[in-house]
């Protein structure tokens, strides 16, 4: 029988990418969406779909649907958008997935919370396993995000050893790709936009720290199969590339593929931005039979190609 799937957050980066999979894959789709960083043209190609619906709806508002599985991924995910609202950020994580996790409960429907690496704060073990309890400051600039998904993975425990509700947890690691926002201030969309504009590319702190970088389609692909695993499989279960380099390395190699004349120049470091990054996927590997498969080199032209489209685009007639 069909799937009807519930896709919070579904007009973002993450969210459209999954409404494509799940719609290819045969499933009705209802995303929802506050449009406060998702944007409408990610879901143009669906918009006339028989089996897509398109709510506008901020999920710290109650909301009522029949569905047979549900996937939250609605909240800011970059720094500059987190940090603009950051009691709006909390709140989302917070009051937002409770509401999600009460319509699970009352469907009786499995639910995926899109939770994230930066539970794991600036980390003192390396790489990230699932057992790590992390190294957050909880009174920080970051503290709305970090701790609002540590809140939600509790409520989503709690909510799974108290009333039974079949849940999934994905921590997901830095994720690119097309459809990135210009403007999200993370630092493949910045390189890339910098190194297309013939700006220096700006690098805060030393260039040293350093981040694993897995692009859309494995990460999707990784949400899927942990829907798909067995009701006593809930996770947290770690999804990026373990392939880890530093965000020097990064800009070297953006500079490189886009053939650019940029420079890159170094900033003050930002406030409690972590060192280190790099997820341990054995438990992926083990339970969902997942990992990566595109190259950075792959992913990074796909996504320099598609930034290239969409700034034509933009770009006044002559």
Known sequence: MRKKILVAGGAGFLGSHLCDRLLGLGCAVVCVDNFSTGRRD???????????????????????????????????????????????TTRTCVIGSLNLLNLAKELKVPILQASTSEVYGDPEVHPQTETYCGHVNPIGPRACYDEGKRCAESLFFDFHRQYGVSIKVARIFNTYGPRMLFEDGRVVSNFILQALSGDPLTLYGDGKQTRSFCYVDDLIDGLVRLMATPSEVTGPVNLGNPEELSVFELARRVIDLTGSSSEIAFLPPGADDPRQRQPDISLARQLLNWQPAVSLAEGLARTIEDFNQRLRASSPAP
């Open 42 to 88: 990610n879901l143009l190609a669906h918009l006339d779909h028989p089996d897509f619906e398109l709510l506008e709806h901020d999920i710290c508002d109650p909301l009522q649907v029949e569905v047979d599985q549900i996937y939250n991924l609605a909240c800011p995910a970059s720094p500059v958008h987190y940090q603009a609202d950051p009691v709006q």
